[in-house]
């Protein structure tokens, strides 16, 4: 067992925070103006944008509650987890090619420029503050996890300075978001393959580690209620299909559910404005999934070898989400240890900071500017910082009392994203019909049946086959196309970027056609 103080453990961590600090003062350099703090001035190359996507996309979910997931449910966590996710990149990767038509600075600011309304800009980006403020208690929660395990620090503590990084990485704005994702992706997948490594020859290399899982039938988690209290059946935690946990058809909505919402999620759409042109900002997507297979194999190969060294978790232990920390503690060599949480630690601190960027963008560029339409960038840029620090102490507030499983909660934002931002953004760049009108009712009700439909499904156990992100885009997408079709059609001028058919249109279109409005 590796002690808390062991210099070895806490070495790894304070090399890490040095080499975070220098990445994040060189983005801090480089921003001048309120869009290099927003979005890299619209001028990130290919290299950047794959590390910043790859490292926002991997988050404290990824390497603390999916190797979780994958020690108590085996491969089936595969499914649920990795392969909804990878069936995101592929509309985000079409979406590309629509959404930098023309250069905007956030994702509401494209409402603005497709569906001429400042007020659905707004709507947009008092969604994203929230939905963000919520989501960074995640990473937050993940971050003190770690720094408890590896030192012994209390878990309050450790989530306060996990704060007080994420300010000073993202008051240098995108570039500086940038930088630290770059270094905190190959920080994270060091660690995944670390742990993968060390604990596959530690159960005596792949065969007899396949082994020792196909003949285990204990307990997940020892005390524990629900399915982590539950006996493994033999073999099933090598069966990606088992129907150990719900139905085939509940894992298809699940499947859907976090797909969705991740297709859906502005952090990523970001990372397409912010990219130089259109085919980096496509590129970035694909190569970004190769750069994570890689990876994600890793946090697999790990959480499937913590349950064969260590078959059921000690109660003290809490939750599964510990699974991976806890292990690594109990068994490895001080130096893994050091790299595995640190690497978990990169993944926590490289998606927060995103959010809490995009939470400021939310705020300042588009509800600010909502009532201060002429406001200069330069203040802009100080609301923005201001934003960032308000907004994080809510989330450091919520993190210290957090909710019991990440993956779980995870779902639930995941799937206010999809509900909200998924017929606006994907039909507006696809179906020229869609208006305003269609855009504030499809949010409004997808908002509405998701926050509805989320207590009632869990009140089952998760076991209905209608997730609340399906339910909730079901609801959005009708509410869309029918207020669209009973609205007035959307000014060509702000269709003629997303659609070739209307350039002429637009080119014969009056000026009072063309103005910016409600």
Known sequence: MVSGTNPWVVGIFIVYFIVLLYFGLIGYRKTKTLADYLVAGNSMGL??????????????????????????????????????????????????????RKPVTTVPEFYLARYNSRPLQALGGALIALFYILYVVIQLRGFGIVVNTMT??????????????????????????????????????????????????????LGEMFATLNSLGTVPLEGAKGMPGKVTPPGGLLDAWTLTLWPWLTMVGVFMGWGLGHAANPQYAVRLLASR?????????????????????????????????????????????????????????????????????????????????????????????????????????????AAVALGSLVSLAIALNPPKAVLIFGGYVWGLFAATFLAPVYLGCFWKRGTKEGAFVGIILGFIAAVLWTPMWTGMGGKSPVHPAVLGVVASVAGYVVASLLSKPTPAENL??????VEGEARGSSPSQTVFSG
């Open 277 to 385: 042109d259109i085919p980096t900002a496509a590129r970035m997507g694909g190569y970004s999934v190769a750069a994570m297979c890689f990876s994600y194999l890793g946090v697999i190969l790990a959480g499937l070898a913590a349950r064969a060294l260590v078959p059921t978790l000690p109660a003290k232990v809490g939750s599964i989400d510990y699974a991976l920390p806890y292990v690594a503690n109990q068994l490895f060599h001080p130096i893994l240890v050091g790299f595995l949480l640190t690497g978990i630690a990169a993944a926590a601190i490289s998606s927060a900071n995103s959010q809490l960027l995009l939470m400021a963008s939310g705020i300042s560029y588009d509800i600010v500017k909502f009532f201060r339409p002429n406001i200069d960038d330069k203040k802009l840029l100080t609301y923005s910082k």
């Open 496 to 501: 003629k970027h997303y659609f070739d058919d």
């Open 152 to 205: 012994g620090i209390p878990y309050e503590w450790a989530v306060i300075g996990c704060w007080v990084f994420l300010i000073y990485t993202t008051f240098g704005g995108f570039y500086s978001v940038a930088w630290t994702d770059l270094m905190n992706f190959i920080v994270l997948t060091i660690g995944a393959w670390v742990a993968a490594i060390a604990g596959i020859a530690m159960s005596g290399g």
């Open 47 to 100: 290299l950047l944008g794959v590390g910043t996507f790859a490292a926002t996309w991997m988050s404290a979910v990824s390497l603390l509650g999916l190797p979780g997931y994958i020690y108590a449910y085996g491969l089936n966590g595969i499914y649920y987890g990795v392969g909804s996710w990878f069936f995101a990149t592929v509309p985000i990767i079409i979406l590309a090619y629509k959404l930098r």
